[in-house]
């Protein structure tokens, strides 16, 4: 079913498939679009596809999550205060490289956890004095448990998911919904190369749909691919003793 | 990764990388040690699209980028699908001017096999409608080719699998429709040599297509029910569905969750079926919508697994006109006889439509048929290779996982000119698929 007025959906990161997937899921049901990004001439063929597609109005905005201190700006720039915030932003790094690099770890740290984190705190600050909004974050099953194959980005989505479910808590009083989004391994530009099983391992277009499904269902958390929620449970539960022999 | 085509024969383990855009192709044909394919969505049937040491997937590559509804010019990446055009586009009145039997195929893959349609004897083939594209060659530079510009490259890439580089996008012409519904005559055709004039009668009809018996011998050779069409005006429509002509009714699909044992379409299931299929075809006319008219196969998901693990080949051979009546006759005869069940044939009158250098149509009757996979059907497909070749015909590379050098070189005249333009342009050992290095070696 189509809303008649269906709210504008800023999407934070919209150069990443997993960003276009969830805005041509949005952008289905026949939401308008902000997309964002660095460098954001970018994101021009994407805006005229989603627009070409599903007849919605598309604009772009320049946005680096780094740059904190234009955040404000940022979002009084846009047309109007959309009405659901997602935010894809985020870094993963070379474990093994930054490890030896604090540099690249904190830059990666900082993309992922800091930016976004800071941001959404403007938006929610917004969306609480409105007493409506949608905030999603995108995290990671990687957040659930830090692994010594990818701590450092691990560590940082932690804090992410950490962050939401406190926002939350915070924000479920104002009337305000704020969804986690835990994806599995998903087939992207950032896990390129990388062996991944193909029964874990989705597609962004699965993302999209299930950003869009949990959003309408006001979802708190979602694993995508769901069998995540009970993978990460078991990881989760395993004692540490064990956990850190294991090389996963 | 383990790759195939649609006939799931041959498979190959690729190295395979997706493109995401303009940059991340050209980083991959700078760096590669090796030769490189393009891969749209795998619906050619054998090798084409297949090369184990760099498969460059462009399922990533679909975005549209413009469309002017004056002219119906519609440029898409490379990788965008019929289907994603049908879908936005049927609704809005637009329609391809040249669709393949499945719309689960890329742009890309329609130009590279510069695939032909039912209306192939009015509209020629697909690429009579590309206006522009843009190629990515060997050393990282895109060109745009066009009828007007770089007019060589242009015709060595259309129906040039892919071997001239990699498209990235290209601009095509639809055309109006008004309704999305088709005004189809069904015809039954007792004989090879009925069905033929009843395809010379039927050149004002848009559409045409024959399904033929490829199984019955005898007086029964070549019996047929040719089905004609044309796209329906909105009088043409029932009040009932005026209301909302563009409308595409819900399909229901069905899936073939796994390969099916052999037996199922044995000989003997397969004659039974054609003869059911025969006497039940109801002759007349009538109104169907595009799906059922163009896309039946795609109600059934995965139907190639229906062949079995071994998988199939599809054998589409394409004759002159003279040459026809008498090399249909032969090919027909020795497959019944050889009664090895060819459960999907198709035949049709192309036009003359002149095309790419290696592009598949010329005017005469193009016949395809259907092997599942046995240790009898190579032998098969070698005796309908020289009925072909001695009658001047030539194989479709999109359906082929088998020819020899010999017949590619005997029925693809423009070879050397290709071959020309693929060197002018560097191409030439930067490109290749497991097809290319088995009929070009
Ligand atoms: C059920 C069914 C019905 C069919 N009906 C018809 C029909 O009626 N008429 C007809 O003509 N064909 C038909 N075909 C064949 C099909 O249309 C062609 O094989 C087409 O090329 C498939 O497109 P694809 O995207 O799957 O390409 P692939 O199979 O992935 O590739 C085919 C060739 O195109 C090249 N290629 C693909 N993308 C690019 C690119 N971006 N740049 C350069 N080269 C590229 C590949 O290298 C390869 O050589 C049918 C196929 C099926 C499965
Ligand atoms: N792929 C997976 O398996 C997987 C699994 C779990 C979670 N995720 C998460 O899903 C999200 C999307 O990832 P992806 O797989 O689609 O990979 P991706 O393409 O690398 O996505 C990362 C996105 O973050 C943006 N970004 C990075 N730094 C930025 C900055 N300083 N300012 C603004 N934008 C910045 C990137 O923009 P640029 O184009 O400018 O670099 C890009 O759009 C990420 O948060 C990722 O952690 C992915």
């Keep these: 079913m189509i809303d008649r007025n269906p709210p504008s959906v800023l999407i934070l990161g919209a150069t990443s498939e997993i960003g276009r997937a969830i805005a041509a899921a949005f952008a289905a049901a026949g939401h308008p679009l902000r997309l964002a990004a660095r460098n954001s001439v970018r994101l021009e063929a994407t805006c005229q596809d989603l627009c070409l597609r599903y007849g919605v109005e598309v604009t772009r905005h320049e946005f680096d999550v780094l740059a904190v201190e234009t955040h404000a700006a940022f979002l009084e720039g846009l047309p109007d205060l959309p009405g659901v915030t997602v935010c894809v932003v985020g870094v993963l790094g070379n474990q093994r490289q930054d490890e030896q690099a604090p540099e690249a770890a904190r830059w990666v740290m900082r993309s992922t956890y800091e930016g976004p984190a800071s941001v959404l705190a403007e938006v929610a600050n917004r969306y609480a004095v409105l007493g409506q909004g949608s905030i999603i974050g995108i995290s990671s099953v990687a957040g659930d448990r830090g692994r010594a194959s990818n701590y450092i980005y691990g560590s940082a989505k932690a804090g992410l998911s950490a962050y939401l479910s406190g926002l939350r808590g915070r924000m479920a009083k104002v009337g305000v919904q704020v969804m986690t989004v835990k994806p599995g391994f998903v087939e992207t530009r950032m896990t390129a190369g990388l062996p991944l099983p193909p029964a874990l391992t989705a597609q962004p277009e699965e993302v999209g749909a299930a950003v869009y499904r949990g959003w309408k269902h006001r979802k708190d958390v979602i694993y995508v691919r769901p069998v995540w929620r009970w993978i990460m449970m078991v990881i989760r539960l395993l004692p540490e003793w064990l956990f850190k022999r294991l090389s996963i | ?441």
């Design chain 2, 1 to 441: 990764m383990i790759l195939g085509g649609w006939g799931r024969y041959p498979v190959a383990d690729c190295r395979v990388a997706d493109l995401r855009d303009e940059t991340g192709a050209r980083d991959a044909v700078l760096r590669a040690s090796a030769t490189l394919i393009a891969r749209g969505q795998g619906r050619s049937y054998g090798d084409a699209a297949l090369n184990p040491a760099g498969t460059l997937l462009t399922r990533r590559l679909n975005r549209f980028l413009a469309f002017d509804p004056q002219t119906g010019d519609l440029t898409c990446e490379s990788g965008v699908l019929l289907d994603d055009i049908l879908s936005v586009f049927v609704r809005r009145g637009w329609f391809p001017p040249v669709t393949p039997g499945t719309r689960q195929v890329s742009l890309g893959g329609m130009i590279a096999a510069d695939v032909h349609g039912k209306n192939h004897h009015q509209a020629g083939p697909f690429c009579r409608h590309i206006r522009a594209l843009d190629l990515m060659l060997a050393d990282g530079r895109v060109v745009t080719c066009s009828p007007d510009q770089e007019p060589g490259l242009f015709r060595a890439t259309c129906g040039g699998m892919g071997l001239t580089g990699i498209i990235l996008r290209a601009t095509v012409r639809l055309m109006p429709i008004e309704t999305a519904w088709i005004r189809q005559r069904v015809i039954r055709c007792a004989s090879l040599s009925e069905v033929m004039a009843a395809f010379a009668a039927a050149g004002d009809a848009p559409y045409s297509v024959a399904w033929i018996d490829g199984l019955s011998g005898g007086g029964a050779l070549g019996r047929s029910v040719l089905f004609l069409g044309a796209h329906a005006l909105r009088q043409d429509l029932p009040p009932s569905l005026r209301q909302d002509p563009l409308r595409v009714p819900e399909r229901r699909r069905l899936s073939v969750p796994v390969p099916l044992p052999g037996a199922v379409l044995s000989p003997p299931v397969v004659r039974l079926f054609n003869g059911v299929y025969f006497r039940r075809a109801q002759e007349g006319t009538g109104l169907v919508d595009l799906d059922s008219f163009f896309y039946p196969l795609d109600a059934v998901r995965h139907w190639n697994r229906i062949y079995g693990r071994r998988g199939f080949v599809q054998f589409q051979c394409v004759l002159p006109l003279a040459a026809s009546a008498e090399g249909l006759a032969r090919l027909l005869a020795v497959t019944a006889a050889a009664g090895l069940g060819s459960f999907l044939s198709v035949l049709k009158l192309f036009g003359p439509g002149p095309g790419g250098m290696l592009s598949f149509p010329m005017e005469g009757y193009t016949l395809a048929l259907d092997f599942p996979l046995s240790a009898a059907v190579p032998g098969l497909l070698r005796q309908l290779e020289a009925i072909v070749c001695d009658h001047g015909g030539r194989l479709y590379l999109a359906k082929d996982a088998l020819m020899t050098p010999q017949t590619f070189r005997s029925g693809y005249p423009e070879l050397p000119g290709f071959l020309a333009e693929c060197d002018r342009v560097g191409a030439t050992g930067c490109f290749s698929s497991l097809q290319s290095q088995r009929v070009m070696p």
